[in-house]
């Protein structure tokens, strides 16, 4: 499985943005999902947003509107832009990669492929 890395985090304060970015080792992203998700300290870790081949994106509730993933094959890159941020936000953000079908883009147990994390910090 391709290996991920990812980078961007930081702290912020609220209602501002970041800008995360997840690579792809080896100049290839051919898998069919890329998605982003996060982790609180204390809590499970939970689906943020994916985007599937042919552009269908999947956002949660909370972040609609706000956060935007994209992702650049040629580049083998994918983003996820965050703006308006909340407290809320606050975690570790795992980029993830994996030949996922429809009905499981929100399962975390899906993916094959993960980065290491990046720490994104939002201050009241």
């Known amino acids: 499985q391709v290996q991920l890395v990812e980078s961007g985090g930081g702290l912020v304060q609220a209602g501002g943005s970041l800008r995360l970015s997840c690579a792809a080792s080896?100049?290839?992203?051919?898998?069919?999902?890329v998605a982003w998700f996060r982790q609180a300290p204390g809590k499970e870790r939970e689906f943020v947003a994916a985007?599937?081949?042919?552009?269908?994106?999947y956002y949660r509730d909370s972040v609609k509107g706000r956060f935007t993933i994209s992702r650049d094959n040629a580049k083998a890159t994918a983003s996820l832009q965050m703006d308006s941020l909340k407290p809320e936000d606050t975690g570790v953000y795992f980029c993830?990669?994996?030949?996922?079908?429809?009905?499981?883009?929100?399962?975390?147990?899906?993916?094959?492929?993960w980065g290491q994390g990046t720490q994104v910090t939002v201050s009241p």
């Open positions: 993830a990669a994996g030949n996922v079908i429809l009905s499981e883009v929100r399962r975390s147990q899906t993916y094959a492929s």
């Open positions: 080896g100049g290839t992203f051919s898998a069919n999902v």
């Open positions: 985007l599937r081949r042919g552009g269908f994106t």
